[in-house]
């Protein structure tokens, strides 16, 4: 009895062993990003109370597990933060409280926890949020324009940390640089007070409509160029190493087809970036996934491939997916 007591310890020290360096693996980004799937559904479900997902891209089982570990481990939290709950902290976020830890929850952001800075990128960083963008279904529209514009290139040397109506109008401007959306900088020109929230949602949709549709070749060559390099990004858009530098230095104009890919992978790139690092990101195209019948994204990429495919577009939803519910 006392030899089974001991190896099953010893099963479960050596089990502790291998997975306790996991836990800071990859700061100050999530290991995994199917860690992240859950922080949202989950916290939304802790936050309002309730035990439906409400998100159906993954089983819900582990979901409803992480709900009720929480919840059984609440009484203790209570303890230790003074009476107050997981799910008062979760509400306190959106109602703008003190330091928004349960902005933590926010899908398509990564987390530095040493910090508690919300990143968008690697130069974007956004530790607080003022109207019109302190409601999630805004906030979340914004942060999505930002990061396609910054994998686009149109951000460079380009600083935000408190969304806000301000910052937001120079992100705008930005973007306006590039030949993008120049009536929709005119609209945020309003004062404040006449711009409601039905009116920044609608401008919102419109900007991230035209984004979309404006692909940008002088910029988002050098942007992409830098996460992929030259040889991995000639594969993945189907042209040579050495046509990726002629069409970034300008030696050769990018032709329309080749633009439209290079614009996609640079929108694709955007909707990645908030629950992957640059490594996390390259990686991503490689590994196969379930809601692709096994197949890699990679696999849908050969040769001169079209965005408008059915391949291409199922991409497009896997990875837009982070930006409604954090899903891969």
């Not at 306790?20 to 859950?38: H, K, M, Q, R």
């Not at 324009?145 to 600083?159: P, S, T, V, Y």
């Not at 935000?160 to 609209?187: C, T, Y």
């Amino acid at each position: 009895m006392k030899t089974s007591v001991l190896s099953g310890l010893a099963v479960l020290l050596l089990a502790a062993a291998v997975r306790l360096p996991s836990l800071t693996a990859g700061y100050p980004y999530i290991n995994y990003v199917d860690e992240g799937n859950f922080l949202y559904p989950v916290s939304e479900m802790l936050r309002l109370g309730r035990w439906e997902p409400g998100w159906y891209l993954y089983p819900s089982l582990p979901l409803m597990a992480t709900a009720t570990a929480a919840r059984l481990g609440d009484p203790l939290r209570r303890t230790l933060r003074g009476g107050r709950s997981l799910a008062d902290d979760l509400r306190s976020c959106w109602n703008g409280g003190p330091g928004s830890e349960a902005w933590q929850g926010v899908p398509r952001l990564e987390i530095r926890s040493e910090s508690d800075k919300i990143w968008v990128m690697s130069t974007i960083r956004i530790t607080s949020t003022s109207e019109p963008f302190d409601t999630p279904n805004i906030a979340l529209k914004a942060v999505g324009i930002i990061a396609r514009a910054d994998a686009m290139g149109l951000l460079e040397d380009f600083e935000i940390h408190r969304l806000d109506l301000p910052s937001f109008r120079r992100v705008v401007g930005k973007i306006a640089q590039a030949g993008i959306g120049a009536e929709i900088q005119a609209a945020f020109s309003t004062p404040a007070g006449r711009i409601g929230a039905p009116e920044i949602e609608r401008l919102l949709d419109r900007l991230s409509t035209v984004i979309e549709e404006s692909p940008s070749p002088d910029h988002e060559w050098t942007a992409l160029e830098e996460i992929f390099g030259a040889d991995r990004l000639a594969a993945l858009l189907g042209v040579s190493a050495p046509s990726v530098r002629r069409y970034r230095s300008g030696a050769r104009i990018t032709p329309d087809p080749l633009a439209g890919r290079l614009h996609f992978l640079a929108t694709l790139v955007g909707d990645l970036a908030g629950a992957y690092n640059e490594i996390g990101i390259r990686r991503w195209f490689d590994r196969p996934r379930a809601l692709l019948n096994g197949k890699s994204p990679v696999d849908f990429l050969h040769g001169e491939w079209n965005p408008e495919a059915s391949g291409p577009r199922r991409l497009k939803e896997l990875a837009r997916s982070l930006a409604a519910s954090p899903a891969t």
